[in-house]
Each structure stands twice: as C-alpha cells, then as structure tokens.
C-alpha cells in the first residue's frame, strides 16, 4: 500500500513557545512546516501567551556554565531527572536566548538576581490579576508567529490532534479533526508541542489528586494531555507524572480571579506554618510554594489547609515577593481572620483550639530548642519565624496549578521513547508534554519557557538531520 503524499516535512502539535521554537527553527533550517493549533482564534489561550516571562533554569541564570545546569537540575528532582537532558539543556541555553533573539524577542533584566535576568519585554503590569494582551508572553508568541509566516511556515488554527497514525512501528503523521471533520495528516516527522495535563480532570485525578476540581486553575484552561495521551497510546514511556508546578494561593481564587495568578501565599507558608483540617502539619514548608502546593493537592480535600502566621511575618516575609501578599492580597479582596490569640484564631476557623495551640507550640519549641516535629520542618532553603506575638493570623489557601511538569520520556535530541527506552521513529515531542527534567517525587521545578525552547530547538534541528539524510 503506497503512502500518501506529506503535506510537510514536519508536523508540529501546539503553537505554544515549544511549538513555535521547533517551527522557525525547522523553517530556518530549510524544511517545510506546518503546525496544528487547536485555538481557532489569532490570540489562541496557552500557557506561554499568560506567562509572566521568566526565563530560567532551577530560578537562577539560565546561561550559566552547563555542568552548573546539569547539577542544579539533579539537585531539585533529588536524582530522579535524567542527566542527559539536564546536560542538553545546559548547553544549549546559551544558543536559545541568542537565538530568540534573534527571531525579534526583547529581554529585559528584571532584577539583581539570576531568575529575573532574561525576562520578556514588556512585562507584565504590577497589579493582580491576569492581565496578558500586548505583554511579556503575548507578545513573544505574536513575534514567533510572525517570523513563521515570513519563512513560508504555515499555522493552522483550529485542528484539533486526535491521534497518531503509525505504520510498521513509524509514526507517519496525525488524525485531526477540523470544522467538525476528521482528516489524516501525513509528514515525515510529528513533534507533539501541546503542552501539559493540567486542564484535564481525568488524567489530574489518576496521577496528581483526587479531588482535582478542589485545585485552583492557574493556567489558559488548554492543557488537555493530548500529546500524552496520543504517545501513551503507541506505546510511549511517560515519566514525573505525580508532580506539577504551581503556587498558593487564598482560597477565595477559585472565584474570585484578582486573586491569581498574583498575588501569591508562598512567602508566608515558606515562614509560617500549613495545617490541614484537623490542624495539623502536614508538610514541609521549608521546601517551598511549589513543594506545598503539590502537599495542599495531596490532601484528601485540597480545599481544607490554612496558613497561619503573626504579625511579624505578615510584615517581613508576607511582604517578599513581586506581588507580595502583603498588601496586594487584602486589596484584591483576600480574607484574613486574625485574633489575639491561637486559641481565639482557631476558634474563628472552626478548627479544634486545643490541636492547633499544640501543633503551634510544638513548631515554636522545635525552632527554640532544635526538638524533633513528626513532618520535618527543614531550614535550608527557607528561613522558619515563630508564631508567638499576637495578633495572630490565618488564611484558607489552595493549590494553584500551572502546568504539569511530568509527561512523555524523551532523549537528548527530542526522540519520543518507548517502553524499553528506544526511540519511536518519527516522533519527537517538546515542552510541557515531555517529563525527565522536572516533576517527580519531590516537585523539582527546572523552568517552563527555558524546557520549551530549547527542545524545540533540539526537536527541529533533529527533523532537520533525519531530512538531510
């Protein structure tokens, strides 16, 4: 049976920042691409276009020395990322930044530190809420789609991948459907683009939580898992899958949208003290937002846990932060019961006095004296306050999820692996569909923009071999 005519050399699944890197980096390199949007409008929702813009490598210089990457990447998923796409990362960062660059993309240097030295211009504006048009990732994604036009690139909005036609153990292109009608797409090389898990309950409920309509969106609402599920499919690994990056916020959020993506609730949480609805401890809130927002979506019930804090942190570490709780969180509407004392805050939350007044002394006693907690409370990374001096003060917070940092299990050059770690002929994936650098039993976060980038980049310059020989 002969094969249909391709109708390009590489088929791109998702024209988010991953996508739109392997496309103008394939059409650069001389190939004829095509990507698949499933947005049918100009200003289609994806994570990228809402980004805030920081592009980053474990929050600090994304173009640092490669082996400092390579360690940095192991040391937040604890030995469990894949050393050798921690080292392609590494170096091919440097590449990255020039090279977006060069396709029209203006950065900006944010702040003193590494995590703010290459943030997109314009930034976002200072004030909560969700306010992306005309800046940081908009405008990035309007850049990249441009500079794919100018090339002879085509987007196609609107189609919807389903699946993944393979042949004899080759992936040979895509099933989509568009306008209502489902059509077979054919290219030499499919690379699945689409972004994360994070907008689909089932696949949330069967690797992340069991209550995921308790967990807060903070994210486009695009990311379906479609990429997974197609791979998944065909025999694809998929890896990291528990884990996902994201931070906290005030309860209310999942109403009320001044209240995400900022202000968020980490700085307090990373001093103070998580309880859950029996009021007690129930992570280690020395590791950090991200750590507890996937400990908050653990719970049986996301939408149970409160911080509690004092006066002391609400105006040192409550006050850290781009949008800092304090005072953007009351602006926006944020509740914050507070009381004399513990015993009078817990009342008010109609949580048990006498178990958080123990849960509070046992954490105070163990920062005076160095005693033991059943949850540890680690200080490496965080600094622990005591809650001791009244007013006391309590937020109810959830997890606030932007995407999900597991996803399908590839090799340094972007090559889809199969169960027993071979590459998948013609199938290559980027970004948030693919897992090995982040995720994982301990939340490790890599960064979302600089993952997508330069493996798109990997993916297209891979197509750009195969076609070549």
């Keep these: 049976m002969s094969r249909p005519a391709p109708i390009a050399d590489i088929l791109i699944v998702g024209a988010g920042l991953a996508g739109l890197s392997a496309a103008n980096r394939a059409a650069e390199l001389g190939l004829d691409v095509c990507v698949l949007e499933a947005g049918e409008d100009e200003l289609y929702a994806c994570n990228s276009r809402i ?24 040391r937040v998923t604890r030995g469990e990322g894949v050393p050798a796409l921690a080292s392609a990362l590494g170096d091919r960062a440097r590449f990255a930044i020039d090279w977006l660059r060069a396709q029209g993309v203006t950065f900006m240097k ?63 292109g895509v099933v989509v459907r568009h306008g209502g009608v489902e059509t077979d797409l054919y290219a030499p090389v499919v690379v699945l683009c689409d972004g994360g898990f994070q907008a689909d309950k089932a696949l949330l409920a069967e690797f992340v939580s ?31 899958m528990q884990a996902f990056y994201g931070h906290l916020h005030h309860r209310d959020a999942m109403e009320n949208n001044s209240l995400w ?101 046992r954490y105070n006693l163990a920062l005076e004296t160095g005693a033991s907690l059943d949850v540890p409370r680690t200080t490496a990374l965080y600094t622990p306050w005591p809650i001791n001096r009244g007013p006391f003060h309590a937020m109810p917070v959830c997890a606030g999820l932007t995407y999900t940092m597991g996803g399908i299990l590839t090799d340094e050059k972007a090559r889809v692996l199969d169960q027993a770690g071979r590459p ?26 600089s993952k997508a980038s330069i493996f798109g980049i990997i993916a297209a310059e891979t197509a750009a071999a195969a076609h070549a020989d």
């Excluded at 997974?228 to 690994?237: S, V």
């Excluded at 968020?264 to 950090?288: I, K, P, T, Y």
């Design 51 to 74: 980004s805030g813009g920081l592009f980053h490598i474990t929050m600090d210089d994304m173009v640092r020395p490669a082996d400092d990457i390579a360690r940095a990447v192991a």
């Design 110 to 172: 944010a702040g003193p530190d590494g995590l703010r030295k290459f943030s997109l211009a314009p930034p976002r504006v200072r004030r909560t809420g969700l306010h992306w048009r005309g800046r940081a990732g908009d405008v990035m994604l309007r850049t990249l789609v441009k500079a794919l036009k100018d090339r002879g690139g085509r987007l196609q909005l609107g189609h919807e991948a389903l699946s993944l036609i393979m042949r004899s153990g080759r992936c040979e």
């Design 210 to 240: 069991a209550a995921p309509d308790r967990l807060l969106m903070r994210n486009a609402g695009t990311g379906r898992g479609s990429g997974i599920r197609m791979a998944r499919e065909i025999g694809a690994q998929l890896v990291g």
């Design 261 to 361: 993506p900022f202000p968020v609730l980490d700085s307090l949480a990373s001093a103070g003290v998580l309880v859950d609805g029996n009021a007690n401890r129930f992570c280690d809130e020395g590791l950090g937002g991200i750590s507890a927002s996937n400990a908050i979506a653990r719970l049986p019930d996301p939408l149970s846990a409160y911080v509690i804090f004092d006066e002391a942190i609400w105006n040192g570490p409550g006050r850290n932060w781009l949008l800092p709780a304090n005072p953007y969180l009351p602006a926006a509407g944020g509740r914050i019961t507070s009381a004399a004392s513990i015993g009078d805050l817990a009342t008010r939350l109609a949580l048990s006095p006498d178990r958080l007044g123990e849960t509070i002394a």
């Design 424 to 449: 998948i002929a013609g199938l290559l994936a980027a970004g948030a569909t693919t897992g090995g650098l982040e995720g994982g039993s301990f939340a490790g976060y890599s960064g979302g923009l």
